[in-house]
């Protein structure tokens, strides 16, 4: 089954419009990545959270990882053309470490 | 500096057929891994290498076979292709396992038909 769920699976917004995107697993994750893909092209890595309610700053996107370290959000503020594509979060458990789990990832898109 | 190079592109397979996805990192990583990726469904891991030498199955490993060549090779092999294995193919490395970020290859899009 989905070792980590993703929502929403898509997510229409206009342009300047703020956009979130969730990430849960049912088990503690020893840390969350969080991958872009634009339209036909491949995954690419955005940032990495390890700590419990750790929260990192990219322009105008935000990421946190909660406190029990089960859940993870991307947060992106006044969206632009340029932010379409589709937003994955990936986890690994200290059980499994070489596994990276992805989420079935959140697909923008920003109308002008 | 190629980074991860997936060979072929695109493929066209009949049903029964058997064929061999190529993957060459020229990064030095120790990781390496397959996914598949459908409409809907994610990144779905194949097979995983955390370094040469080792294989390791992923979530959906039936119907594969991998080989880890070398510290930079690692292909993917369908033995007898069904459709249901028509999907996008992602060849991925990494540093580590699990901890460091993965750099994904150009992808291979298989249709078996």
């Known amino acids: 089954g989905q070792q980590v769920m993703q929502i929403p699976q898509y997510q229409h917004v206009q342009e300047g419009e703020d956009f979130t995107t969730y990430c849960n697993s049912s088990t503690t994750l020893s840390n969350i990545q969080w991958y872009k893909q634009r339209p036909g092209g491949h995954p690419v890595f955005l940032i990495q959270l390890v700590k419990s309610g750790e929260v990192k700053k990219q322009k105008r996107l935000t990421f946190q990882f909660g406190e029990a370290k089960k859940n993870s959000s991307l947060h992106i503020t006044a969206t632009q053309t340029t932010d379409v594509g589709t937003y994955f979060c990936?986890?690994?458990?200290?059980?499994?470490?070489?596994?990276?789990?992805f989420g079935r990832g959140t697909q923008l898109t920003v109308w002008p | 500096n190629a980074g991860v190079t997936q060979t072929p592109k695109f493929q066209v397979l009949k049903t029964g057929q058997s064929m061999t996805l190529q993957c060459a990192q020229d990064m030095n990583h120790n990781s390496m891994y397959w996914y598949r990726q459908d409409p809907g469904m994610g990144l779905r891991l194949i097979y995983y290498?955390?370094?040469?030498?080792?294989?390791d199955k992923g979530e959906v490993p039936n119907g594969y076979n991998v080989s880890r060549l070398n510290k930079r090779e690692f292909s993917l092999r369908l033995e007898s292709a069904a459709p249901s294995q028509t999907s996008v193919y992602f060849c991925a490395t990494a540093w580590r396992r699990g901890d460091t970020e993965a750099f994904f290859g150009q992808g291979t899009r298989l249709t078996v038909v």
């Open positions: 990936a986890g690994t458990r200290g059980s499994t470490l070489g596994r990276l789990y």
């Open positions: 290498s955390a370094s040469e030498g080792t294989t």
